[in-house]
């Protein structure tokens, strides 16, 4: 939490962009700018909400540290093959 604090800090306050902020914090550029944007999906901004909100909150707080369920993202359909004709 305290790096997502920071991130946001950083971004929101005083305007660094994505590669200050990896530099400053040690995180990569892509995971800065991934906190900063799911931040904004659960609607946290900064000044971040006071610690009563925050309870409030913990469980969009724990969505900006979980990575993304990538096998959900890939497209369901059939498969793509050749008939043995070889008619397309």
């Known amino acids: 939490m305290r790096k997502v604090r920071e991130v946001l ?9 994505y590669r200050e902020i990896s530099e400053a914090l040690g995180v990569g550029k892509t995971a800065a700018g991934e906190i900063v944007r799911r931040a904004e999906v659960v609607g946290l901004t900064w000044p971040l909400p006071s610690c009563s909100m925050m309870a409030s909150l913990s469980a969009g707080c724990s969505q900006l540290l979980a ?8 497209p369901i359909g059939p498969s793509c ?3 043995s004709s070889g008619a397309a």
Request: aromatic residues 0%; without cysteine; hydrophobic residues 30%.
């Open 9 to 17: 800090r950083l971004r929101h306050a005083l305007s660094l962009s």
């Open 81 to 83: 093959t050749r008939s």
């Open 67 to 74: 990575r993304p369920n990538r096998s959900a993202r890939l």
